[in-house]
């Protein structure tokens, strides 16, 4: 995948000069980040524009029949959590209505509704498996027990399944969009108001959108800055965080957007944000129904053939890493509030790459697969159960991971070493993941 060369390289210079001086590197990223706002060109993206046209009767997404909005019933087991494009498609049929699902329920579902490419579907949906589930499925809320999948047995991976909502730094992350951090909140899945309100003024309707992603920068470093200045137990990890957080900023989007003649990329209105995040009410006032995200009546999703695919979720995420360097910063606070340290990236993947040259080249593209490749040894390692056939469960991930690092010429990272994490409570309270603080 190429990126948009001069402007990675300008800032990758930038960068460099500073790099030997943590604290002032932050700074001057910052300033950099100021001074590179909006400017960005488009040359990244443009390489992977694909003409769109829009076809109304193969994009429509039924709400209607198998499809309408049925809201769910806790009370008899359904579960939903952080992730609002999962618990509107459970509403709709999409995924199991219990919040339930396989690997392939996630995959083909998420497909069906939004035109999520089948190598991203197929990269979270494994993911969620391994890291939240019992490898073939998993709970898009907390732990169930309709979680019982035949490979229920093989558990000892990552302890019992906690689903997406007790995920935190594994998969659910701090410094979301709308839902709150885990320690200064309590809970991870659930909106927190005052952050969708903001997110709802960030948003510019009735223009494309990638004009609209390229307006919530704003937004998501206020959010960031958030955690910094009030979370003293933030921690953002090179998966959860770096990879994973920016999704809830570009997935409105590219996969929550309206497409029409007029704007056959899409172009999100605030109506249908509120929709797909469970708001009602009006402006100054909304009302969020827990569980409640519905897709909009006579909505299409993007066009077929243009599904949202790796290569393109990783240029946006690339797209606020250059506006705003801290975002790839991996770290957190040391236990108090405004202490943001992040971790030396060389120490932490034994020299294979330092912050000064991620923004260089296919050099994040490979940092960020091979991060999260690096995860799973790690933890099918601390494994003594007998995993049988579990290479075979993981190829599509394997697969789906070599195939987009291949061509990128990445250098070798052999495993990561994690123990600069010890300075963070965020990470040394909760390092498997977890739904909760013990301190
Ligand atoms: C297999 C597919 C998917 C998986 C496993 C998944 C998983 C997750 C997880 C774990 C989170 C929490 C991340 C965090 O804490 O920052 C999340 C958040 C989010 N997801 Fe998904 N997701 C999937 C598909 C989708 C799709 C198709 C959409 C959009 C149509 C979507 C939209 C979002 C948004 C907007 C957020 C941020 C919520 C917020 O904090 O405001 N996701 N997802
Ligand atoms: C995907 O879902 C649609 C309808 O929801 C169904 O017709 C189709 O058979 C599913 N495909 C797979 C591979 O599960
Ligand atoms: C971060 O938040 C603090 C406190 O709210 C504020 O003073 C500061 O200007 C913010 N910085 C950025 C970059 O938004
Ligand atoms: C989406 O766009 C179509 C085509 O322009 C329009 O008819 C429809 O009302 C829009 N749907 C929503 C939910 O805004």
Redesign the pocket.
């Known amino acids: 995948m190429k990126t948009s060369l001069v402007s990675l390289a300008v800032l990758a210079i930038a960068v460099s000069e500073v790099a030997a001086f943590p604290a002032l590197a932050a700074e001057h990223a910052e300033r950099l980040a100021n001074s590179q706002r909006g400017k960005r060109s488009t040359l990244a993206r443009s390489i992977h524009k694909k003409r769109v046209t829009f076809d109304p009767a193969s994009q429509y997404t039924s709400t209607t029949g198998?499809h309408a909005f049925v809201p769910p019933n806790f009370a008899a087991g359904d579960v939903r959590g952080p992730c609002p494009g999962l618990n509107a498609a459970a509403n709709h049929?999409?995924i199991p209505h219990n919040g339930v699902g396989t690997m392939?329920?996630f995959v083909?579902?998420t497909?069906?509704a939004y035109g999520m490419a089948l190598d991203l579907g197929g990269f979270l949906a494994v993911y969620g498996s391994v890291f939240d589930g019992n490898l073939l499925g998993y709970s898009i809320g907390g732990p169930t027990s309709l979680n019982q999948l035949p490979l229920n047995n093989l558990l000892g991976l990552t302890g019992a399944p906690q689903g997406l909502s007790g995920s935190h730094n594994k998969y659910e992350a701090d410094t979301s969009p709308t839902r709150g951090d885990l320690y200064l909140y309590g809970n991870d899945y659930e909106v927190q108001v005052p952050q969708f309100q903001q997110y709802y003024d960030a948003l510019i309707e009735g223009v494309d959108a990638d004009t609209q992603y390229a307006n919530l920068i704003d937004f998501r470093i206020a959010r960031f800055n958030d955690s910094i200045t009030r979370n003293s137990h933030f921690f953002y990890s090179p998966f959860a965080g770096v990879l994973v957080s920016p999704a809830g900023f570009s997935f409105p989007v590219r996969m929550m957007a309206n497409h029409s003649a007029e704007f056959p990329e899409g172009s999100l209105s605030k109506a249908q944000l509120m929709s797909f995040f469970s708001i009602t009410g009006k402006s100054g006032k909304f009302v969020y129904t827990v569980g409640h995200e519905r897709i909009p009546d006579n909505w299409y999703k993007r066009a077929i053939g243009d599904e949202y695919t790796i290569p393109g979720f990783l240029a946006d995420v690339l797209d606020f890493g250059e506006k705003y360097p801290p975002l790839l910063d991996v770290g957190g606070n040391t236990g108090k509030t405004d202490s943001f340290t992040p971790v030396d990236i060389g120490s932490l993947t034994k020299g294979v790459f330092s912050a000064a040259d991620l923004l260089e080249g296919n050099n994040l593209e490979c940092y960020a697969l091979q991060i999260s490749q690096a995860a799973l040894p790690d933890i099918l390692g601390g494994a003594e159960t007998n995993i049988g056939d579990l290479t075979q469960i993981l190829k599509p991930l394997s697969d789906n991971i070599a195939e987009n690092l291949l061509g990128l010429g990445c250098p070798t990272l052999n495993g990561i070493d994690d123990s600069q994490y010890d300075v963070y409570p965020g990470y040394n309270n909760c390092p498997n993941g977890c739904s909760g603080y013990s301190s």
Do not use: Q
Request: no cysteine; glycine share 34%.
């Open positions: 198998a049929g999409y392939g329920d083909n579902g497909n069906e």
